[in-house]
């Protein structure tokens, strides 16, 4: 369990579980096993890591809990949301409550770093007064201010990585979902996302980030879940 | 979503398949001028049995004898008044008729040198009540005239009414057939093109699924694009009928163009299919945009669009 739970809003007590998966399994093409077996618990205020080899399972771990994926066996709940029985129209809830990061960022390339924000916002109906208020309160909180009216190809690796984490912030997510967030990126623009994470975490919202860089999980000492071939093989910190 | 940030994107999505919204328009508008000008021909009929049927008119030529007894004449003349349907009747002497006659052929009189003596027999030209143009009422009619004495035969147009009644019907047969066809190809045509710029915006779409944007906030860019491109096409094809309509007007003098209830119709058609287009693009495409992996879109658009 998570050491940092500093700073938890008064409504949610830190002991809550947030995150919560009982005997899930995972399986590709019929019978090929991606997660076998995963219990894992997650409390309000956690920074998580997961750890792993490509294709120990961490992708579609992640991918359960934003529900892109059903589990073909267990039980997975999410912010109260059971996740197997939860309706069609009930995900959108859900994700606005999640903020996603991947890898490879996913911005859109046509459009301003401001645009891109904006975009989310309006896709989650904020009201127009509001939206750039928010964008302009998470752009500081990057230091990415002075990049707002930047295309996407205009910036470095770690810059977009940035914007990307803005995207996901800038909704006040609960939990932040991380995967391989540092991949892409050089040694020390990694060094600045991981900081940016932690600072995020500090402020309340549960971080998980998937990373197979065992050693910058190790190096920021908090809670780390290590699979593999789809099975938890340690949890630690 | 804000409707205005929503008319945005939809501009934005229209802008980025551009070429082929504005072709597949045309395309759609000319699949509408199609039905509109068959739908103007059907009118063009409705209207010629329509105002065959009011001018109807019997007409029951009479043994010469008679005319030469005004009494005799005048008798037959009340006997077909009192018949069910007659509304007016009035003799027309065979120099009348060669009169008229005359008048319709014009300069040309060759027929008449030819012909020598009148040859046209004397008449009572009966009008009938609009109610008794059907052809059951006509034979009843003629039957009627021909038991009268001094009536020798009896000529009604009634092949005529007949022929263009089915006219009529074969016409109403080929607007259901072109209505049919119609819809199906301009469903297919806006398919086509919301489902290309579906895979245009595939990104932008995972992304607002990601983010918890509802299926409404997706969809309605989509739902506004179809019903433009319905809303452009009838448009066009109005205006293009409308030129179709000016030049047609130059061979025959008394086309009747399409009245502005059809024309308000055929925009709603068009809208309505615009969005059923839509509607079944999105039905088919959605589901599989998020279980594809990054970058699958560009490469299926890519294959797709060759």
Not at chain 2, 152 to 177: H, M, P, R
Not at chain 2, 196 to 202: A, E, G, H, K, P
Request: with cysteine; net charge negative.
């Amino acid at each position: 369990m998570s050491a940092e739970t500093n700073n938890t809003p008064p409504t949610v007590p830190p002991v809550t579980p947030i995150i919560e998966l009982n005997g899930v399994f995972k399986y590709y093409q019929g019978d090929w096993p991606a997660l076998t077996d995963i219990n894992l618990t997650v409390y309000h205020g956690d920074f998580l890591f997961l750890l792993g080899a490509t294709g120990a399972g961490k992708t579609t771990l992640l991918r359960l809990l934003y529900r892109q994926e059903l589990p073909d066996a267990g039980e997975i709940k999410v912010l109260g949301y059971d996740l197997l029985t939860m309706k069609e129209k009930e995900i959108p809830m859900l994700r606005r409550k999640l903020g996603i990061i991947f890898q490879d960022f996913r911005l859109l390339p046509e459009r301003t770093v401001y645009e891109n924000l904006e975009f989310v916002l309006r896709a989650i109906n904020t009201q127009s007064d509001m939206i750039s208020s928010k964008i302009q309160e998470t752009l500081n909180q990057l230091g990415m201010t002075h990049k707002k009216n930047s295309y996407p190809y205009e910036l470095s690796g770690g810059e977009q990585q940035k914007v990307a984490i803005a995207r996901a912030l800038v909704k006040s997510p609960d939990i932040i979902i991380a995967d391989e967030p540092t991949g892409n990126i050089d040694p020390k623009a990694a060094e600045d996302i991981l900081n940016i994470l932690k600072d995020i975490n500090y402020q309340g919202t549960t971080v998980i980030m998937a990373t197979h860089d065992a050693e910058l999980a190790e190096r920021t000492r908090r809670r780390r879940i290590t699979l593999d071939a789809g099975r938890v093989v340690r949890d630690e910190g | 979503m804000n409707l205005l940030y929503l008319i945005k994107e939809t501009f934005r999505t229209i802008n980025r398949n551009r070429e082929q919204f504005v072709l597949s328009s045309v395309v759609l508008g000319i699949c509408l001028l199609l039905l509109s000008l068959f739908l103007m021909v059907t009118l063009n009929i409705m209207n010629l049995v329509k105002s065959s049927s009011e001018l109807a008119e019997v007409y029951a030529f009479v043994d010469e004898e008679i005319t030469n007894s005004p009494l005799l004449l005048e008798t037959l003349e009340q006997r077909i008044a009192s018949i069910a349907g007659v509304v007016a009747v009035r003799f027309f002497p065979k120099e009348q008729a060669l009169e008229e006659l005359r008048r319709d052929l014009g300069p040309d009189t060759t027929v008449l040198t030819v012909l020598g003596e009148n040859p046209i027999p004397p008449s009572i030209r009966i009008k009938i009540h609009p109610d008794y143009t059907t052809p059951e009422h006509i034979n009843t009619l003629e039957q009627k005239l021909l038991l009268l004495p001094g009536i020798t035969e009896v000529w009604s147009g009634k092949e005529f009414v007949a022929q263009l009644n089915q006219a009529l019907k074969t016409a109403v047969v080929i607007d259901i057939i072109f209505l049919i066809i119609i819809v199906i190809s301009v469903l297919f045509i806006v398919f086509q093109t919301v489902e290309n710029s579906v895979l245009n915006r595939s990104e932008e779409i995972q992304i607002m699924e990601l983010v918890g944007a509802s299926r409404i906030a997706i969809h309605t860019p989509f739902f506004i694009q179809g019903a433009l491109q319905g809303l452009l096409g009838s448009v066009l094809s109005g205006v293009l009928l409308f030129l179709v309509y000016r030049i047609i007007k130059t061979f025959i003098p008394f086309p009747i163009f399409i009245p502005a209830p059809f024309l308000a119709g055929e925009i709603v058609l068009g809208i309505i299919l615009g969005l059923g287009g839509t509607f079944i693009a999105l039905a088919r495409i959605p589901s599989t945009l998020l279980t594809m992996p990054a970058g699958f879109h560009r490469k299926f658009r890519t294959s797709k669009l060759g």
